[in-house]
């Protein structure tokens, strides 16, 4: 699995665009079958802050993911929300995916 995780600083004039941005993004890549999972996330300590988490099953499935169009649409589109540089990991790991954490269970 590869795991990419970045943090995208928004432009907070431009929070509404950027949300519906995000959505229908998140949307279409959690539709790729190659993706595991694909989520924004925002920062509890900077409102203007958001995370991508993103898993897909490989790196063939990593590079079918910047070949689809509405990626294209995404990179064309977010220059103009972000008020900085993206920042970005990108891990190859051998796991697939999200496991069971051992220190907390439900009550």
């Keep these: 699995?590869?795991?990419?995780?970045?943090?995208?600083?928004?432009?907070?004039?431009?929070?509404?665009?950027?949300?519906?941005?995000?959505?229908?993004?998140?949307?279409?890549?959690?539709?790729?079958?190659?993706?595991?999972?694909?989520?924004?996330?925002?920062?509890?300590?900077?409102?203007?802050e958001y995370i991508c988490i993103e898993g897909f099953r490989d790196a063939d499935a990593g590079a079918a993911h910047v070949a689809q169009p509405h990626v294209k649409k995404f990179f064309d589109a977010a220059p103009d929300v972000v008020s900085a540089q993206p920042q970005i990991i990108y891990i190859d790991t051998p796991h697939d995916g999200f496991g069971p954490m051992g220190e907390i269970q439900p009550r």
């Design 1 to 48: 699995m590869i795991l990419i995780n970045i943090v995208m600083p928004i432009r907070p004039e431009k929070t509404d665009e950027w949300l519906a941005l995000a959505e229908s993004y998140e949307r279409d890549v959690n539709a790729e079958e190659g993706c595991l999972f694909f989520k924004f996330a925002r920062s509890l300590s900077d409102e203007n």
